[in-house]
């Protein structure tokens, strides 16, 4: 602890008169906990006050000690966890934090559980408690050390998000989450290692993890620990007195009820618990004037008092989907960012603080977006991303999106998902004969600078639009359910007023004459064009006229194309490994492999009835023609063709396709995937019975040289130990037998090389 410097008597004469003024008016205030979830909203009415006290209940883990009711509504929300190599302290920090939580940070929710001692008995309690638990604290690592910049550090706190939580000097006030002294508590490793990673030791995401890079959490680290001078830290003993210290610490903190809120590397401190919540008298405990000694201490104010008696009171009720999701909202406190149904506001103190690096964004460009009827706008999957803090699309905000964490994402995809569900929603209706080739030339026109001319705002698949540099629209499909796509292209004012995004359909009339000014076709055309944008080409005004050459780089490409062998309704798939393929949708199988280059794509893009494509690379290998699977062979009879129904394909996260198509009753899963040089073939069929047939190649004569490893005179060999040969006059088809599983799926691997 800091030493204490010798008085003068002047020095001495004016502290007593202090002593003296203090006994007529307090020094200080102790500070009443700062809950934003409570204080940043209105609480006159009576319905108000038992949803604030809602809100305190679950954020001063009342119910950790307190049962409540079958139908309650409150929660139970974990404290940090003590203590890890991510959330360390040094023995001067806990002994100032034991003795007063509130004095080192004004404004915390962890109660004062040692205000009834007299200062003999505290100080011996604090340090027994010390001993104990800086004991359960583990090895530190040897961190790197960051060099950060303190201004640079500032202006990240301020912008990034840091201080629409906290104030945004930084300084604790009673009024924001406070910061504590936390150059007194972490060195600089250890805090840029807790910036990083904040869910590690605080899974209650109070405060979440906000993406950044170790250099930005060196400079606001830089920044945080200038505030103050660092304090001397203590020394504890280690002497056979300690020890004993330990052991009292420990029954301290079984005692004082600790392990009802914090996890810690000591498991044999189990929970103690009191009275149920129904069963207590609100006019004593926490919620008396003065708490007696064993009880913890908030120093709540008279309002929270208040609402928390009126939340007790209430007669239990079931909440609504749509209130359990405002509830978790004010918990994390995102309307401090967002708005959603006239939830929460911007702070106008904080203000300024939203910035962007855009040009002429406006607000857009700034603020983050409404959650107005989000559930209806993301995908569950999408939303999902958005909550753990990945998929940023606004690179132009600086106020970065936080995770927080696994538990709260899900449930807010699940309640927001269900509370903004929409009813009666129609689908587009198509025709089909526009995207016969997978493609939507009228959604490309629309896009252009011919059509509605997105693209002088809007950036697409990473290419900058012509003007200003709004949200990419590629984005979208992976985003955004296709029905609100619609509803909002027709009016974009009536989901976020002062929009700048114009309506192309107003009062649901097109602007434009393709497709004959109907405007469901337009907007699907567009929706089925920025799905398929990978394997199209970009709309008049971005696209370069003098490559059409179609690289896989990080991802594959999935291609629908007119291709040789492969036919009209062929899908190529083009890896980065320099190993592609091809598979005929219509007549099911897969018809071509070949190395090094993929495809030229101009003639597929310019004209639709030009001859059938080839591939661009060498060593190109074929198929046998026709269906790839078959139940019953008769002898010397040709292979049947048909018996296959194409049922499109699914995405890994890599991008790499399987082809889905059924057999009779069964379905089947067929992935080829580069290994190497050498291409992995998994096919997996669902549970069923009998026997199936799949033919894996066709040629004049087949060798095999050991057991399951087959070559023909093109140079293909296919490893399939099951594998036979079955003879068709003067041809010879590999075909391996697949019995199926009644309980499980069955899987055959076959591996190609060439």
């Known amino acids: 602890m800091d030493e204490i410097p010798r008085r003068s008597p002047r020095c001495t004469t004016v502290i007593r008169a202090a002593a003296i003024i203090a006994c007529i008016i307090p020094l200080y205030a102790v500070a009443q906990p700062v809950v934003p979830g409570f204080d940043r909203f209105p609480n006159e009415t009576h319905a108000a006050q038992i949803t604030a006290g809602v809100v305190l209940i679950n954020e001063l883990n009342c119910i950790a000690c307190h049962a409540a009711n079958k139908n309650h509504r409150f929660e139970s929300r974990p404290a940090p966890v003590l203590f890890t190599t991510h959330n360390p302290s040094s023995a001067g920090w806990l002994k100032h934090w034991l003795n007063d939580p509130n004095d080192l940070k004004p404004g915390t929710i962890m109660p004062d559980l040692l205000h009834g001692l007299d200062q003999k008995d505290k100080a011996h309690a604090v340090n027994a408690l010390c001993h104990y638990l800086v004991s359960l604290t583990p090895p530190l690592e040897n961190l790197e050390v960051l060099i950060g910049d303190l201004n640079k550090g500032k202006k990240l706190y301020q912008t990034i998000g840091c201080a629409q939580c906290h104030s945004p000097d930084a300084k604790d006030n009673g009024k924001d989450f406070p910061l504590g002294e936390l150059q007194y508590k972490y060195k600089q490793a250890q805090l840029i290692q807790f910036l990083l990673n904040p869910l590690h030791t605080r899974p209650a995401g109070r405060m979440p993890r906000v993406p950044m890079t170790k250099e930005e959490a060196g400079h606001i680290t830089a920044f945080l620990l200038s505030r103050a001078p660092l304090r001397k830290d203590a020394i504890l003993a280690k002497s056979p007195a300690a020890l004993k210290l330990r052991e009292e610490g420990k029954v301290l903190y079984k005692k004082l009820r600790c392990a009802n809120c914090h996890i810690t590397r000591d498991s044999n401190v189990l929970p103690i618990f009191s009275k149920p919540l129904a069963e207590l008298d609100l006019g004593q405990g926490c919620l008396s004037p003065k708490p007696p000694k064993v009880t913890p201490h908030f120093y709540l104010s008279a309002k929270q008092k208040k609402a928390i008696t009126a939340a007790l009171n209430a007669k239990p009720a079931t909440l609504t989907i749509k209130e359990r999701a405002h509830r978790r909202m004010r918990q994390l406190n ?198 398929e944008l990978e394997q199209t080409r970009l709309p008049e005004g971005l696209e370069k006229k003098s490559n059409f050459e179609l690289k896989p780089d990080k991802r594959p490409i999935v291609f629908r194309t007119f291709l040789e062998v492969a036919g009209t309704h062929a899908i190529a798939i083009g890896f980065p490994a320099g190993i592609h393929a091809a598979f005929d949708s219509e007549n099911v199988g897969w018809s071509l492999v070949w190395r090094r280059k993929f495809l030229d794509a101009e003639s597929t893009w310019d004209d639709r009835f030009t001859p059938l494509t080839k591939p661009l690379g060498t060593d190109v290998r074929s198929f046998p023609s026709g269906p790839t699977i078959a139940a019953a062979l008769k002898d010397n009879k040709p292979w049947p063709k048909s018996g296959l129904d194409f049922r499109g394909y699914r995405l890994a996260k890599d991008g790499t396709p399987t082809m889905l198509y059924r057999h009779d009753k069964t379905d089947i899963a067929d992935t080829l995937v580069p290994m190497g040089k050498e291409l992995y073939r998994l096919m997996e069929f669902d549970p069923g019975e009998g026997m199936l047939w799949v033919r894996l190649a066709m040629a004049n004569m087949f060798e095999s040289s050991e057991a399951g490893v087959w070559s023909s005179a093109n140079n293909l060999t296919i490893i399939a130990p099951q594998a036979r040969v079955r003879t068709i006059g003067d041809q010879c088809e590999l075909i391996l037998p697949v019995k199926l599983n009644v309980n499980a799926r069955t899987q055959i691997e076959v591996k190609f090389t060439w």
């Open 334 to 531: 995102c309307i401090a960012c967002h708005m959603r149904d006239g939830l929460g506001k911007t702070d106008p103190v904080r203000d300024q603080f939203f910035t962007t690096t855009g040009n002429d964004l406006g607000d857009e460009g700034r603020l983050p977006p409404l959650l107005t009827g989000v559930g209806a706008k993301l995908t569950e999957s999408a939303l999902y991303k958005v909550l753990r803090g990945e998929d940023a699309i606004r690179p132009y905000m600086t106020t970065r999106m936080p995770d927080f964490g696994e538990a709260h994402a899900k449930f807010l995809v699940r309640n927001l998902s269900t509370a903004d569900v929409r009813t009666n929603v129609k689908p587009t209706p198509r025709e089909g004969d526009e995207n016969k080739v997978g493609r939507n030339r009228y959604g490309r026109d629309l896009m252009g600078v011919k059509g509605l001319n997105c693209i002088a705002c809007h950036q697409l698949d990473g290419h900058k639009s012509l003007g200003i540099q709004a949200v990419d629209l590629a984005h979208s499909p992976k985003r955004l359910r296709p029905e609100w796509f619609r509803d909002y292209l027709i009016n974009p004012a009536a989901f976020r007023p002062g929009t700048r995004m114009p309506s192309f359909w107003p009062g649901g009339r097109a602007v434009s004459p393709i497709f004959s000014r109907n405007t469901e076709r337009q907007i699907d055309s567009l929706w089925v064009y920025l799905n």
